[in-house]
DNA sequence: TTGTACGCGTTATCAG
DNA sequence: CTGATAACGCGTACAA
């Protein structure tokens, strides 16, 4: 055994890292010499000569400027947080690895975290990302009863919206955002509900305190307005989660107060659901209630999100830009934080309609 | 009293965040004391007098420690990084969120970062992580022909593999590692499918540059042996992705070498696939050759990712631990940072067969 | 128990 | 063009 405590400190021998003072000796410069031969913007005050064996030495000592100590100087840290609600919903992958993309060819790193739709997690995370310097924040995680909004103006952390806007009169004038347009998007599913020849058509709408779910429905009501109909039944899912979806579809099955003969007969021929993840649980609600999905209701999705190309039948539904989605925010923000009093900007993307199998004409009434 | 401490108040007032000395000079006391009345481990170090009147300035002037700063003095940013090959595959996310819920509690920040299975940009990351000075990694990318662990070793930077093992040989028993029963795993699909009273059947392997791709195929093999059966065939994927698997069983249903009469029947009954993103290309492929999963082919996939369930037919598949993967990592992880001394382990979770509709008896020969 | 002094690794700001 | 010096905000031996 060793005796106790031999003090191995070797007075921190710090083998992990060279630091900028080693090189700037080994080079036989000032560290500030160093400094400015390394960094991009300001090589040009150095002799070609000097920032040529700068470079030389610092990678033969396989220096990397910390970036900690950098950002405790600048207050910048390079790196920019992305609050995700819920992870496990397939859009979300695909945005992010647009805004990665983009971010990465600036030399910015991501800090992705899910706020598991808790505005009080959502909160904490934004506190942490502010301790870490955060130069930017994407929040997909927009919803009513948030602060984050105040919390980025607080810390003064430039943030983008994405997918989602803030609720009306919550400052939203004040934040960029990329959204679809929800409205429009809806209405192109009503369009082919009525033009399969649907004429009760229910909504299952999302939790109204997100704006995809408020504008789907408000955009679900005027296009049906549009075309001379009444809405069949709204019902509300209380998540935009699979099972949430079964328990609205479940509910709706029964009928409202119970229409059908039996008392259980829906009211509708179509439901319009307003997103993806929603429509997996209106399938096991379906299954489950021995009814099949086209033949007896037709089902319409929103996002068009991986997969559901695959699910039985193969669900008719909304395609969303995630691209072009996860582009625009991150070349938004980035312009942002580079000019703090720039305009803020609306970007609405336009969504189209994917036709599947999960649509076809009503059933003839028996 | 001390007399007014001057404040020179040069340069730019920060309006944005108090610092320490901001909350000293509110309370009365010195800088040093803020930082032990705040920090839980050396508060016993103060007078309880004193420790509630500094945390009651702290946080009426709402400061929040510069985890910059401290992290500059400490060597440690209570941050942590995962990386993930690809997190378009819906098996990651669960297994995120695990490895994020344990985190949380001891209040590390997260840092989700894709590789998109490129070995370069796998090592810029972890280069880019290590300036940022993560305490630890999570890696789920582990492949042949990467540097991901002599990056570390060379950083210092303690890292968990998960799901993912490394490649015999390098330096794999330095790491720990959190997988799966690949070997055990493959080897209930055969059963299964040899219970069902399939003779000739294929396998559809993984990229195998990575682990559950090998021990993938040499456990079908291994079960095939056990069983007293040569594998049909043997076909490789050249990524875990939907495309790949589609064409690679667009080969296998060519038939090897045109075994069938009219030189394209497949020489297989059912084929057991390396994972669940493999057979949607499976699916594609089969649908595109008019060849009917199940009644055709049976078809067994690997992981359960969300959603097979619903897929036409619902997917046979073996389920893995996501969530118990993930919490696993994590605590090995924490215990490591705190002890880097502690010898490391290697986990195997054990899977299980789930049944559904993709698998039956095979069709009798015509 | 509390205050003093210093260092963590960089960069901004002056001189020269 | 380059060197010296002073912060940036915090943690921590050491002294009081």
Redesign the interface.
């Known amino acids: 055994m060793q005796p106790p405590a031999p003090s191995p400190l070797r007075g921190v021998p710090s083998?992990?890292?060279a630091t900028i003072a080693d090189v700037a000796r080994e080079a036989g410069v000032h560290a500030s010499t160093v400094s400015r031969a390394l960094n991009p913007a300001t090589r040009g005050m150095v002799t070609e000569a000097v920032a040529q064996r700068v470079t030389e030495v610092a990678d033969r000592l396989?220096w990397?400027?910390?970036?900690?100590?950098a950002?405790?100087r600048t207050r910048k840290?390079r790196?920019i947080g992305i609050l995700v609600p819920d992870?496990?919903n397939?859009i979300f992958?695909?945005i992010?690895?647009a805004v990665?993309t983009v971010l990465a060819t600036q030399g910015y790193?991501?800090?992705?975290?899910?706020t598991d739709n808790d505005a009080a997690r959502e909160s904490l995370?934004i506190?942490?990302?502010?301790?870490?310097?955060v130069d930017g924040l994407i929040l997909a995680s927009a919803a009513a009863g948030t602060d984050a909004l105040s919390l980025c103006a607080?810390?003064?952390i430039p943030a983008v919206l994405i997918n989602r806007r803030m609720p009306e009169g919550a400052g939203c004038a004040a934040v960029s955002a990329v959204t679809n347009d929800d409205i429009h998007g809806i209405g192109l599913a009503v369009d082919h509900l009525v033009a399969l020849g649907h004429r009760r058509i229910a909504h299952l709408a999302g939790p109204q305190g997100v704006s995809t779910a408020r504008d789907r429905r408000t955009g679900f009501l005027d296009r049906m307005r549009h075309h001379g109909l009444e809405p069949a039944e709204i019902t509300t899912a209380a998540a935009y989660t699979r099972e949430a979806g079964r328990a609205a579809m479940a509910a709706l099955l029964q009928g409202p107060a119970g229409t059908g003969p039996s008392g259980n007969e829906p009211g509708c021929t179509a439901v319009a659901v307003a997103n993806d993840m929603l429509c997996?649980g209106v399938?096991?609600a379906m299954e489950a209630a021995g009814r099949r999905v086209a033949a007896d209701i037709s089902v319409t999705g929103f996002n068009d999100m991986?997969?559901v190309d695959?699910?039985?039948?193969a669900l008719t539904t909304i395609r969303i830009q995630h691209d072009a989605m996860g582009r625009q925010a991150a070349c938004i923000l980035l312009a942002e934080m580079a000019e703090p009093g720039l305009a803020r900007q609306s970007i609405r993307l336009v969504p189209e309609l994917v036709v599947r199998a999960s649509t076809a004409p009503p059933a003839k009434a028996p």
Chains 1, 2 share one sequence.
């Open positions: 083998p992990l890292r396989g990397r400027p910390s970036a900690v100590a950002g405790l840290s790196t992870l496990i397939p992958p695909p992010l690895h990665e790193v991501t800090l992705v975290a899910n995370l506190e942490r990302m502010a301790t870490h310097l607080r810390f003064g997996l399938y096991d991986p997969f695959r699910i039985h039948p």
